[in-house]
């Protein structure tokens, strides 16, 4: 269960657990707890690469100590050691996968069984699965008949030319026609029945040869397809049997690792707190003592030791009182006032007090006016918005080019909620961007290069952690529709309002170490394509099937969210998000990566770099041949937009503050 370097941790906690130990001088075979202690420390903090400091600080404080141990005394060591003990309680930690016993971990699966058992599913599989029993589907047949090159008709001729048939003796026929035959009505009504007979056994064996080449180049298509199948299958489950075989593994080892890990640190701590006396009790605080006129007085602070000291105390009249001062420890004195000392006191006498404000007329009967203070909330609002606007204009220009105007308008906002012990986010965002362009010349047209209305509302519930049980609602469509321009040729339009939009319902945990980084597992995850104006816009372009105007379908869902400052008034901000569609894992999939660089130029004009690539599997495309006429298929598209604009640009970030009034 447990290694050697583990037993000999549990040997120090049982000597710790089972002495008493008093750091006196005369105290024996300290020094050689001491040697042994010491050396369980370097190995774990500096030595032994296998762990990990889970806090660079405290490693930094652990050596320190050993240095003060080892070679001279160290200051607030023992005070930030005694705080991570209170606060954190781990100091190292170790990835599973550096065990170094795993064989020996009950449940552990070695590479032999596994091999062992991959034998096994092989001769299983080959048992039970042959591959001229693999159905083939009717499309690879359809396919492997169009790639066929047949002898057309008319054409059979060729086959006994390339000498891939010959002709039999009865059907032979001279090249040249002697006279003799033309001359004789009986010879040339025979070369003319012969030549009928050569025409129909050419044909019947073009025939013949045409559909031996099919069967022939049809059974090798499918006797590939079945190979290939069967070889996919096999590999299939093989590797899903592998992909047990280390989830299995890695959670065996995970678990065995943490109860070690526990148990170590457990002991590191019994061990620090044995060293950390030790180094308190003969470390030694020099304090010195100042009155008002500079004399000073020095006093030597140690554990176990009194000592004591006079310090005349002074005023700006030079009046001096005796302050006897003694140590009790290293960290604490006693102040008392010398012996020698008298106090003349005054005696009390009785008075009595009269309130002149009495007198004072009574103008306002309102003797109190409430007085109001403002109280933070848990919420914070706030967003930010940037207008584009780039103009060119030409007038006969040689180089070429045409005048154009453009715009692109973006508007984002937010409502956090954030309870005051952090256990409870509520993230409410919404993003409208919206741009248009206008070419210049006679024939040109208004354009839309971009369009987005997005909201999102994320609600999430501490875990453990820096994890929160979270639930996401996700809306997202565009306002206004767009055409395949020129909008002449091409009059109908590919999306409107809610034409598709897409919703997203999901549940999972979601990652968040600090504020600038936000990782999204939803394994329960809905996704919902609907168009709303199906006579408008074709549904079948974005995975919907004909005659219906939405369709759910469940998935995994991923998503990785991260700011950062590049530089002084430079950032950048990542959106990552994937969708794996549970019904075809393996097919079906959507990405969706938006990267936004910001410069702020001044507090009005910033510039901003956007790209933004879409992968949607319901989102299909048009295909076109080599001379660019469309085939009548569909396929999805990486879709990529990018755009670079500098604009007037305007931030909101604020508490969200209630006004109370005391009473």
Do not use: C
């Not at 449940?107 to 591959?131: C, F, M, R, T, W």
């Not at 559909?211 to 290939?228: E, F, G």
């Not at 690792?257 to 620090?272: G, M, W």
């Not at 996401?472 to 034409?499: C, H, I, V, W």
């Amino acid at each position: 269960m447990f290694s050697g370097k583990g037993k000999f941790i549990l040997f120090i906690l049982f000597f710790i657990g089972s002495s008493n130990l008093s750091w006196a001088q005369d105290n024996p075979g300290k020094d050689e707890l001491l040697l042994h202690n010491i050396k369980m420390l370097r190995s774990y903090f500096l030595e032994d690469k296998n762990w990990h400091i889970v806090k660079s600080e405290v490693g930094t404080d652990v050596e320190a100590l050993l240095h003060f141990v080892e070679d001279q005394p160290i200051n607030a060591i023992i005070k930030n050691l005694n705080d991570t003990q209170r606060v954190d309680g781990y100091y190292v930690t170790r990835l599973p996968e550096n065990v170094d016993d795993s064989l020996s971990v009950p449940g552990y699966i070695s590479n032999d069984a596994l091999n062992q058992e991959i034998k096994i599913i092989k001769s299983v599989y080959e048992a039970s699965v042959k591959p001229e029993e693999i159905s083939v589907p009717a499309d690879v047949i359809i396919a492997a008949e169009q790639e066929i090159v047949q002898i057309p008709e008319g054409k059979g001729m060729k086959l006994f030319a390339d000498s891939v048939y010959t002709f039999p003796d009865s059907l032979d026929i001279p090249e040249v026609i002697p006279d003799s035959v033309l001359n004789s009505t009986d010879l040339f009504n025979k070369l003319v029945k012969t030549d009928s007979l050569r025409r129909v056994y050419v044909e019947q064996k073009r025939l013949f040869y045409n559909d031996s080449v099919k069967a022939d180049h049809i059974n090798k298509v499918v006797s590939n397809y079945r190979i290939q199948k069967y070889k996919e299958d096999l590999q299939y489950r093989i590797k899903t049997y592998t992909d047990e075989v280390r989830l299995n593994n890695y959670h065996v080892l995970k678990e065995y690792n943490d109860s070690v890990v526990a148990q170590v640190n457990d002991s590191i701590k019994a061990v620090l707190n044995v060293l950390m006396d030790y180094a308190d009790f003969i470390d030694t605080t020099q304090l010195t003592l100042t009155n008002l006129k500079g004399e000073k007085e020095q006093l030597l602070l140690q554990n176990g030791t009194e000592r004591y000291s006079r310090i005349w105390l002074k005023n700006q009249q030079n009046d001096s009182l005796a302050v006897m001062i003694k140590n009790t420890d290293k960290r604490t004195v006693q102040m008392l006032i010398d012996d020698g000392v008298t106090f003349s006191r005054f005696k009390e006498k009785q008075t009595k007090d009269f309130d002149f404000e009495s007198l004072k007329p009574n103008y306002n009967k309102f003797t109190t006016v409430g007085k109001s203070y403002e109280l933070e909330t848990p919420w914070n609002i706030g967003g930010d918005g940037n207008i584009g606007l780039t103009q060119t204009y030409t007038d006969n220009w040689k180089k070429g080019g045409k005048s154009s105007l453009s715009t692109l308008m973006v508007l984002k906002g937010f409502a956090n909620y954030s309870r005051k012990d952090g256990k409870v986010k509520w993230e409410n965002s919404a993003e409208f961007r919206n741009g248009w362009i206008k070419p210049g010349g006679e024939d040109s047209e208004l354009q839309k290069n971009d369009d987005k209305f997005e909201i999102t509302s994320r609600y999430g519930v501490s875990a453990f952690k820096k994890w929160y049980y979270s639930a996401e609602l996700n809306f997202n469509t565009q306002l206004f529709r767009g055409y395949d321009y020129p909008k002449s040729d091409n009059p109908d339009p590919l999306s409107a309002f809610m034409a598709p939009s897409k919703t997203y319902v999901k549940l999972g945990l979601d990652y968040k170490p600090h504020k600038r980084l936000s990782v999204f597992l939803s394994p329960l995850t809905l996704k919902n394509i609907y168009v709303r104006d199906t006579s408008l816009i074709d549904p079948v372009d974005y995975g919907i099937n004909e005659g219906r105007k939405a369709f759910w379908e469940p998935g995994l869902n991923a998503e990785i969210s991260y700011k950062t400052t590049i530089a002084e008034n430079i950032s950048y901000e990542t959106k990552y998000k994937m969708f794996i569609n549970y019904k075809d894992p393996l097919q079906k999939f959507d990405l969706n990566w938006e990267n936004n660089f910001k410069m702020q130029l001044n507090s009005y004009i910033d510039l901003r770099l956007m790209f933004h690539f879409i992968y949607d599997d319901d989102v299909t495309f048009p295909v076109y041949d080599n001379d660019g006429n469309p085939t009548g298929e569909k396929e999805p598209k990486l879709q990529v937009k990018e755009f670079f604009t500098i604009g007037f640009s305007y931030k909101i970030n604020k508490k969200v503050m209630r006004t109370h009034r005391i009473r």
